[in-house]
T-cell receptor
Framework: AQSVTQLDSHVSVSEGTPVLLRCNYSSSYSPSLFWYVQHPNKGLQLLLKYTSAATLVKGINGFEAEFKKSETSFHLTKPSAHMSDAAEYFCVVSGGKLIFGQGTELSVKP | DGGITQSPKYLFRKEGQNVTLSCEQNLNHDAMYWYRQDPGQGLRLIYYSQIVNDFQKGDIAEGYSVSREKKESFPLTVTSAQKNPTAFYLC???????????????FGPGTRLTVT
């Protein structure tokens, strides 16, 4: 069975500083992994996806994530936070159906 | 523009009334999904459909019903049997679910339902 755990429910950073949102997964086979972003009262937007190609995945808006099989992790990073990055972020593993983490709320301080 | 539309954006109903949420997609996707989102929680799957005239229960189907008469449309009815219907409802679609471990889902803007 697949599962996903987002290690932080809330992360706060200052504008211009790096962002790290942590995600661990569990899967009995090589998974597909995704990061989605949700702004308040909006639908979810795909940031990036891993599908067993390159382990370092680049997404939209300067985000990237690295698949580490040995650590069963798929952490999301961005070198420099922008105010518009403030949102809820979901790590997702695909096991036929998508299995969502509980979400990490990112706050960006000016 | 290709995408998923949900209507209305906000919906208010009295307790005991059934209500239907609309979801339409023009992405030519075979699979469609309904999720429920509550504050501070992830998404929970209500129903999904892989092809027209076929659908399966998700993790929290009780009190909900769906139909899939057209490829483009997947309406969700929240019945009076749903104990806590107030929530944010999201519709999504993807390429065929069958063997599609890597297929990402595309989401609509959501409908916020308030039942009083």
């Amino acid at each position: 069975a697949q599962s996903v755990t987002q290690l932080d429910s809330h992360v706060s950073v200052s504008e211009g500083t790096p962002v790290l949102l942590r995600c661990n997964y569990s899967s009995s086979y090589s998974p597909s992994l995704f990061w989605y972003v949700q702004h308040p009262n909006k639908g979810l937007q795909l940031l990036l996806k891993y599908t067993s190609a390159a382990t370092l995945v680049k997404g939209i808006n300067g985000f990237e994530a690295e698949f580490k099989k040995s650590e069963t992790s798929f952490h999301l990073t961005k070198p420099s936070a922008h105010m518009s990055d403030a949102a809820e972020y979901f790590c997702v593993v695909s096991g036929g159906k998508l299995i969502f983490g509980q979400g990490t709320e990112l706050s960006v301080k000016p | 523009d290709g995408g998923i539309t949900q209507s209305p954006k906000y919906l208010f109903r009295k307790e005991g009334q059934n209500v239907t949420l609309s979801c339409e997609q023009n992405l030519n996707h075979d699979a469609m999904y309904w999720y429920r989102q509550d504050p501070g929680q992830g998404l929970r799957l209500i129903y999904y459909s892989q092809i027209v005239n076929d659908f399966q229960k998700g993790d929290i189907a009780e009190g909900y019903s769906v139909s899939r008469e057209k490829k483009e449309s997947f309406p969700l009815t929240v019945t009076s049997a749903q104990k806590n219907p107030t929530a944010f409802y999201l519709c999504a679609s993807s390429m065929s679910l069958a063997g599609g471990l890597s297929y990402e889902q595309y989401f609509g803007p959501g409908t916020r339902l308030t039942v009083t």
